[in-house]
């Protein structure tokens, strides 16, 4: 019963703690230096501009403090991150097996998924995949395990532990109705890593992972289709 | 090269551009003899249709000679004197397989753009828009041509350049317009707008056996050339109360088939025009549908309503109890060129359709600003200017 007590506060602590500490590094450096700004023009007459000296104040507090009252009341953390879950069905007008083939060629990938590099099978079930961040600013690495696989039905695959892409999914094949082609269902669960780790990786894949996830499989559909993604990148133009 | 390049609302201006290249296997490069100006381009001109980009070249009705193809075309070879269709299909997609070819799923590169308004991506249409795939359009001396094998037809020898650059887009247009207002035998017909795809409308509907085809516009040369080349009985919607004068027309019974072929600009008169427009400049309607209720309301029961006249995005007041009720069919479209322009160039040499009197203006492109303000305010007859890109 004390123990329980005992653990139960302790988590409680850790609880606390984890509410009050609700803005990541970044925004408390940036918080920190904005409050530092304001405080430094308006110190000398602080009240020709109340305003703007309490809000330098609150800058400052949360910066150093790491606490924002403002997103304790909206009950946010900028320090949380949540899993990216993703799902896309679409149909590819060719038989089931062609679409499985390609997509199970996992050397096929980069074709049209933009954002990577090169996939390499190493064996069976494992591959390293490596990905473009974009902006430039590298490349990354993870290895994959194919998990679960039913040929001409499923691949269910997963990042290998301790990568530094943290991912799971799996396409699912089915046969479209009247037999016009083939409906691909993909889920894709991506685990964002918390803190300054990898701010690249989450640059990588946040916001844009969705979008980017839709627009690989509208290329997917294009090139297994049409033999190639349509595009006007580097058309003319009077854009100066 | 020289482009004749959208920069703003009612700002067209020639610029000098990088000459296009193959970007992928399937393209081939035109060099653009001739390229009509369309209703169309009038709603990116006037603003109407988003995601324009200051820069873009417009224009997408088309004739040329092709000068260059990638390694994946088949079918077309440098010389090759072409007509190409507006809308752009890859050919291997479900829709491009069943003959819809604007409806493609693979031709659009900001299908994903387009999916977040029509919930599923169209195809891409030269010059129109970044909605629709952003290609440069044809006003231009040369004109890069995706999925080239598909779009690009050859003109039969006997076909004259100014009938074939028709064949692009208001020809097709027309006959769709009359296809999918299921004209048969004796019916009459009523096509609101005479512009170039109106009249086109008017001819394929006779070409499919309509008895009657009654034109309606406020345009009293244009209703002259719907009388003059395309045989139709005429309305002028500001003298006269349309939807009497078409009951008196037809017995009481109301036209089998009408056909919109204005779209969202509609202009009409009193009231119903000013709500419209004050409503669209208001920004709480994108689109004016004056056309579109006035031809439900007109329509006999049973009958069917066809619009090849471009809507962009949301109507107002749209008379829903009348299509219900009367048991109404409404069919809609940008055209499926593909699926037509062999047919099309029989009918043409059979001189079931003629086409030729819409070019009233050839023109170069350096007048480009001043063509499209002819076209808008109908000025000097115009029906088309038509861009000789090398005159």
Redesign the interface.
Known sequence: MKTEQVTHSGKHQRKWKKEFNNVNMAERLLSLAAGGILLAKHYKHPLASPLKVLTGAFLVYRGISGNCPLYTGLDKNSNETNAINTRVIF?V?KPREEVYKYWRQLENLPFFMSHLQRVEQKNDTTSEWIAKIPGGVGTIKWNAEIVKEIPNELIGWQSVENSTIDNAGKVEFYDAPRG??TVLKVIFSYHPPAGALGEGVAKLFNPLFK?LL??DI?AF??VI???????????????? | ?R?L?W?GVRDL?V?R?????I????DAIIKVTMSSVCGSDLHLINGFVPSM?????IGHEFIGEVVETGV?VKNLKKGDRVVVVSV?G?????HC?EETWSLC?????N??LQEKIYQY?TA?IFGYSHLF????GSH?EYI?V??ADHGAFKIPEDISDEKAVFVSDGVPTGYMAAEMAAVKPGDIVAVWGAGGVGQMAIQCAYAMGAERVIAIDRIDYRLAYAARYSGADILNYEDTDVLEELKEATGGRGPDCCIDAVGMEAHTTGIEHIYDKTKQLLRLESDRAAVLRQAIMACRKGGTVSVVGVYAGLVDKIPMGLFMNKGLTIRGGQMHGQRYVPMLFDLIRREIINPEFLLTHPVSLEVGQNAYEMFNNKTNKCMRAVFKPFN
């Open positions: 149909t007008n016009q082609g979008t839709k627009e509208r559909k294009q289709e049409a033999g190639e993604v349509a595009t006007t990148k580097g058309q003319a133009s009077g854009r100066k | 090269m482009a390049c920069n201006r610029e551009v990088p000459d296009p290249e970007l992928n296997p399937k980009r200051a820069g873009d070249i994946g752009i890859c050919g291997e997609c479900q397989k799923d693979n031709s659009n590169p299908g994903l991506p891409g795939g952003g290609y440069a231009a890069r995706p999925f």
